[in-house]
């Protein structure tokens, strides 16, 4: 049950931010591999969206953010 409720609360948290930042937290974070290979660097997102790498990790943080408030729901 604890894995539906977490998977039921990052699903919920992805939907509450803008597709760029929705994107940007999935090919970053959620496309692993089982034995944590993949997920694309700053540096490839960043030229992904014609952007600097820091300007990634910021949108990064931000979603994070919002997307803790809204998991918060789910403690």
């Given amino acids: 049950q604890r894995d539906v409720l977490a998977t039921d609360g990052i699903a919920s948290a992805l939907t ?19 034995d944590g290979s993949g997920g694309m660097t700053l540096h490839e997102l960043a030229a992904e969206y014609g952007v600097s790498a820091e300007r990634i990790r ?9 997307m803790k408030k809204t998991l918060a729901e789910y403690a």
């Fill in 16 to 34: 509450g931010l803008d597709e760029r930042s929705r994107r940007i937290v999935q090919e970053r974070w959620l496309n692993v591999n089982d």
């Fill in 58 to 66: 910021q949108i990064e943080v931000a979603a994070m953010k919002k």
